[in-house]
């Protein structure tokens, strides 16, 4: 409303049992935790913390292609626009999701894997990834036209 408070709430993704009943299916989320947008991509990056299936992961939904108008995007419909990012060590949480558009023209995406089941756990970072070509999406890989900088050329 006009004082910021909130007034709707509506789902636009939500977990899947297996097909045998048992737990989450591998491919759809359980147990968001934390999240974070990233506005070069325009996704949700959502950090799982769940028992329900093993390894936990940072899952993006492109929200481009969806109608986020008050209940117009059936949350059924919207696996199809949820991508894996990162996997996380066996027992481990994905944790502090962040996402810097531009640091000296790089975008980095941040997460920390807590408390898997052989420690020490590490901070762990998605990029340097230079937005470049006109791309879409920052996470574009580059073509002819545009090179990585020597120190991360592959």
């Known amino acids: 409303d006009k004082d ?18 048992e737990y989450c299916a591998h491919d759809s ?6 999240i974070a947008y990233s506005s070069d991509a325009d996704g949700l990056i959502i950090a799982e913390d769940t ?3 093993d390894p936990n992961v940072l899952w993006m939904l492109e929200l481009s292609e969806l109608d986020l108008s008050p209940g117009a995007t059936d949350w059924r419909s919207t696996k199809q626009h949820l991508k894996a990012l990162v996997l996380v060590p ?14 000296n023209g790089f975008a980095y995406m941040t997460l920390v894997a807590q408390h898997p ?17 006109n791309a879409s999406s920052t996470f574009n890989i580059p073509d002819r036209e545009c090179r990585m ?6």
């Open 90 to 103: 066996q027992g481990a949480e994905v944790a502090g999701p962040g996402y810097y558009p531009n640091i």
């Open 117 to 133: 089941k052989k420690p020490p756990a590490y901070p762990a970072i998605l990029g340097p990834i230079r937005k470049c070509c």
């Open 4 to 21: 910021g408070r909130l007034q709707t709430m509506w789902p636009i993704i939500c977990g899947e049992e297996r097909q045998d009943g």
């Open 29 to 34: 989320i359980s147990g968001p935790d934390n």
């Open 51 to 53: 028992t329900l299936h």
């Open 149 to 154: 900088p020597k120190a991360l050329s592959l």
